[in-house]
């Protein structure tokens, strides 16, 4: 049961709670597959998005029984990770006032050995074609890795590329693989690219963020709604949107994901079904 369903959690729109949670329990069917066995890090708001959220990792009060966790050790003690399965963990979640659930590159039991590199692509400026550009050229990059990869809005500010994973490969070297790619990917295009991690350093370039794959990093889950104004969604889209810009990183939104469900279905559906190991070294 979803408490105080009336609660507004997006003013711009009027998305209610309620409407959040009806969202997870239309999307669960193809969300629960990519983010089941996850370490879940909850970004919650409890006056909704006019006032400022939190994040929440640790999960042991106040969890039902039936809700999964996982102890995973810090320097002082362990934090217990929520890990969602099924409807009813999405439900939950939502119940928390959670918008966004973020969520580990890799499952229980190998938390070690990610199933997913992930390039976050962030830029400062508002630039459709140069984002688009850079996204192009990182699938290019990765394609003469011989690496497929596949993409989805970051509802945010950007796009999130990512590559399916065999498992083989630890999180130490999934990292390093990935900051090599990055390294190689700045130099092609460092008008528009840069590694600098902090805003004032970066001169109005994209962030190529390749923070996602350290032990521990999370990223919004694939179908997460983010906590922007009319509620847009982190979905995965095809090569050929982003190629004619028929979708930029806020325009897949709550109330246009029935119709878009309907029409395409999980656009990531096979994302696991060819695995990659890592290449050589960079």
């Given amino acids: 049961m979803i408490t105080h369903p009336e609660k507004v959690m997006f003013p711009d729109c009027g998305i ?3 409407e959040l949670a009806e969202y997870y329990e239309l999307v669960a069917p193809i969300m629960v597959p990519h983010l089941a066995g996850r370490p ?3 970004e919650r708001f409890h006056k909704g998005i006019a006032e400022h959220g939190f994040f929440q990792k640790n ?11 996982v102890a ?3 320097t002082d003690g362990v934090v217990n990770y929520a890990i969602v399965r099924d409807a009813r963990g999405l439900a939950w979640l939502a119940n928390q006032n959670c918008i ?3 969520v580990w590159t890799s499952r229980v039991p190998e938390l070690f050995h990610p199933d997913l590199c992930v390039f976050d692509l962030d830029p400062l400026v508002d630039d459709p074609a140069v984002l688009r550009a850079a996204t192009l050229l990182l699938r290019e990059m990765l394609a003469e890795l011989g690496l497929t990869s596949w993409v989805k809005t970051s509802g945010s500010k950007g796009f999130h590329v990512v590559v399916p994973l065999d498992g083989k490969a630890d999180c130490g070297e999934v990292a390093r693989f990935a900051h090599g790619v990055a390294r190689l990917f700045v130099a092609r295009d460092p ?3 840069t590694l600098e991690f902090y805003k004032a350093d970066r001169g109005g370039r994209i962030l190529v963020d390749t923070g996602r794959n350290e032990f521990g990093a999370t990223y919004a889950a ?7 104004p009319n509620a847009p969604i982190s979905a995965p889209c095809t090569w050929e949107e982003v190629e ?4 930029a990183p806020q325009s897949l939104t709550l109330r246009g994901m029935a119709r878009r469900l309907d029409a395409h279905g999980d656009i990531w559906a096979t994302l696991f079904d060819k695995p990659h190991g890592l290449p050589e070294p960079l």
């Fill in 191 to 193: 008008e528009h690219l």
């Fill in 100 to 102: 966004t659930p973020h």
């Fill in 40 to 42: 879940v890090t909850l």
């Fill in 16 to 18: 209610t709670k309620g």
């Fill in 72 to 74: 995973v050790p810090k």
């Fill in 222 to 228: 694939a179908y997460a709604v983010r906590p922007k």
């Fill in 244 to 247: 004619s810009g028929a979708v």
């Fill in 59 to 69: 999960v042991e009060r106040g969890a039902p029984a039936w809700l999964e966790r």
